[in-house]
């Protein structure tokens, strides 16, 4: 009896670059005096995050712009949601989602411009995106909000070229904890960077963003 002849496990990993289309909303007022940039956190749309902004804003002009991950998929009660990256190919969706943002803000600037200060805001997932856009993004900016998510790794060795940050956690939120905090806090004051956490802000539970009236102050780290 003749065995079937035994297929090689091996195989070869590899990459290729697309053109792929990605979604913003934008709420742009007449009269700007600032610009909110912002990123929502996993299993969440640009739509959730938008209503965030506004609540940052207040009642100030500001021009808001909530950008959509790329990675998009259904929650279970078929809700149209997405994710920014995951661990597999990790530096290139790193260098697509920067380069994604980089052409927003360009389509932004071309069409409304983008009045300064220009602020990123970041929840949960969506922190490490606007701490990536601050520093890798080539254009300046004033400032990062940080709500409930950490310094990620590729950032810390140039925390240096970062804007002031203001991080807020709420005093349940086990993901991101105390520790996590301060250990944020210290590696960005060692860069150098004016970096403050507001206790008046930790009014917000657990991991969530059951925003109250009090983050409307975060909508300026620069002068606070």
């Not at 200060?117 to 900016?141: D, E, H, K, L, T």
Request: with cysteine.
């Amino acid at each position: 009896m003749t065995r079937p002849e035994q297929q090689s496990l091996t195989h070869a990993v590899r990459t290729i670059a697309v053109h792929a289309h990605g979604r913003y909303l934008i709420d742009s007022p007449p009269g700007a005096t600032a610009t909110l940039i912002g990123f929502h956190g996993y299993q969440e749309n640009a739509a959730i995050h938008l209503e965030v902004l506004r609540q940052i804003a207040g009642t100030r002009v500001v021009t808001l712009v909530s950008i959509q991950a790329l990675n998009r998929f259904y929650t279970r009660a078929n809700a149209v949601v997405a994710g920014w990256m995951t661990t597999e190919d990790r530096e290139l969706a790193i260098a697509d989602n920067v380069a994604y943002v980089g052409a927003v803000l360009a389509e932004v600037a071309a069409d409304t411009g983008l009045a300064r200060p220009m602020i990123y805001a970041g929840f949960s997932q969506g922190v490490a995106m606007a701490y990536r856009a601050a520093a890798f993004v080539p254009r300046p900016c004033d400032g990062v909000i940080a709500l409930a998510g950490d310094l990620p790794p590729d950032v810390a060795p140039v925390a240096a070229v970062l804007p002031p940050v203001l991080l807020v956690r709420g005093t349940e939120d086990a993901w991101y904890s105390e520790e996590k905090m301060a250990a944020d806090v210290s590696a960005l004051h060692a860069g150098g960077v004016t970096a403050a956490d507001w206790p008046k802000l930790r009014s917000l539970g657990a991991h969530g963003i059951a925003v109250s009236g009090a983050i409307a102050l975060a909508a300026d780290p620069v002068s606070a």
